[in-house]
């Protein structure tokens, strides 16, 4: 009998049922049940029921959330393992622990600025002050759209998946809150704090120099929407008001690399019809 236990194969690993699953409902139960399985486009409509049973399973959870509990939807979205990193080599010394590479890295990417002069001046020139019209909801809704849900979160752990369901959910809401920041100009103090992770760059191959790491920031989203609304309305303002001369082609709307290759062809050309070397 012992040999016979030892000839009998193992049991099979118990595969998930699909009960298991907290965002497998009734209605997408029903869907399968109803489902022709051998059909060629199954496996992709399947997918796409799942996508809306997903996105269903969090509205509800998110709906049910109270101004209590509101940040523990930082704990629903996981973050991705990270790599132990080396010891860093900085200052003819190694930086083992997690605060010695935080300094050895602040300290590289974020030197102290140059110290002013006597006679320079920390405040800028005072200008005119105008009213800057209230967003609009257009607006906003064009500035969400721009945005990627594949966006590393900040350190609260909201995405623009996030904001987008937020959004959607309560439009006034949201905008009514970026028009008070706009009213009171005050942007909050939460929006500002961010996270810098290191990321190795892959043309460096000994991961111990502190070259062969750039920093990355990730601010919050909603902080970042924020700043999206309030540089259109920089650019435009500028723009109207002449006040970026004629030959600056970045940073603006319907202008880029292109008009300034052709500008530059233009210079060329006429400074040839001068009889002009170039």
């Not at 935080?102 to 110290?115: I, S």
């Amino acid at each position: 009998r012992q040999l016979a236990d030892l000839l009998r194969p193992p049991p099979k690993r118990r595969r998930a049922r699909r009960a298991d699953a907290p965002w497998w409902d009734e209605e997408l139960s029903n869907w399968f049940a109803n489902s022709n399985r051998n059909s060629p486009g199954f496996g992709q409509a399947l997918l796409r029921e799942i996508r809306k049973a997903k996105r269903r399973h969090f509205e509800g959870w998110a709906a049910s959330l109270t101004p209590a509990n509101v940040w523990s939807i930082a704990k629903r979205i996981g973050r991705a393992p990270q790599g132990a990193m080396p010891a860093i080599l900085s200052q003819e010394r190694y930086a083992e622990s997690n605060e010695e590479k935080a300094q050895a890295f602040f300290r590289h990417y974020f030197p102290a600025p140059p110290v002013r002069s006597a006679g320079e001046s920390a405040t800028p020139p005072s200008q005119e002050q105008r009213r800057i019209p209230l967003f609009t909801a257009s607006e906003l809704a064009r500035a969400l759209a721009e945005t990627s849900n594949t966006s590393a979160p900040g350190l609260s752990g909201m995405t623009w998946a996030h904001v987008k369901v937020l959004h959607k959910s309560d439009p006034e809401g949201l905008l009514r809150l970026y028009n008070e920041c706009l009213l009171v100009g005050h942007f909050p103090t939460a929006w500002k704090a961010s996270r810098v992770v290191m990321l190795r760059k892959v043309n460096k191959r000994d991961p111990s120099a502190i070259n062969a790491w750039r920093p990355i920031t990730l601010e919050e989203c909603l902080g970042k929407l924020l700043e999206k609304l309030l540089a259109a309305r920089l650019q435009f303002a500028a723009n109207e008001d002449g006040a970026l001369p004629p030959n600056q082609f970045g940073s603006r709307k319907r202008s880029g690399v292109v008009d300034a290759v052709s500008d530059l062809v233009i210079e060329v050309e006429e400074a040839w019809t001068r009889n002009q070397y170039v």
